[in-house]
Nanobody
Framework: QVQLVESGGGLVQAGGSLRLSCAAS????????MGWYRQAPGKQRELVAT???????NYADSVKGRFTISRDSAKNTVNLQMNSLKPEDTAVYYC?????????WGQGTQVTVSS
């Protein structure tokens, strides 16, 4: 059973930074890709960023230039560095992993950006 555990969420002022981390229970090299999604109150869950085993990345337009996704195979973690945070970044952030055809989700971590 795959487990994904997020950490690093919290409250930050607009313009500040946070670093989220997702720890996987097994080797992250076994996944086709991993990523971060977020869900704000009353809204659908949306893609934030993904990274493949080969290191290719993809970002939502709303976070390009501000967020950076990275992976550490030695620690089996995927990280999301979030800079220049805005109030509209407030959401629950979820770690996701895909091992086709199966997908896995973490429990989520709250990020709140105050204006």
């Amino acid at each position: 059973q795959v487990q994904l555990v997020e950490s690093g969420g919290g409250l930050v002022q607009a313009g500040g930074s946070l670093r989220l981390s997702c720890a996987a229970s097994g080797s992250i090299n076994s996944f086709n890709y991993m990523g971060w999604y977020r869900q704000a109150p009353g809204k659908q869950r949306e893609l934030v960023a993904t990274i493949t085993t080969g290191g290719s990345t993809n970002y939502a337009d709303s976070v390009k230039g501000r967020f950076t996704i990275s992976r550490d195979s030695a620690k089996n973690t995927v990280n999301l560095q979030m800079n220049s945070l805005k109030p509209e970044d407030t959401a629950v952030y979820y770690c996701s992993a895909r091992r086709t055809p199966l997908g896995y989700w973490g429990q989520g971590t709250q990020v709140t950006v105050s204006s």
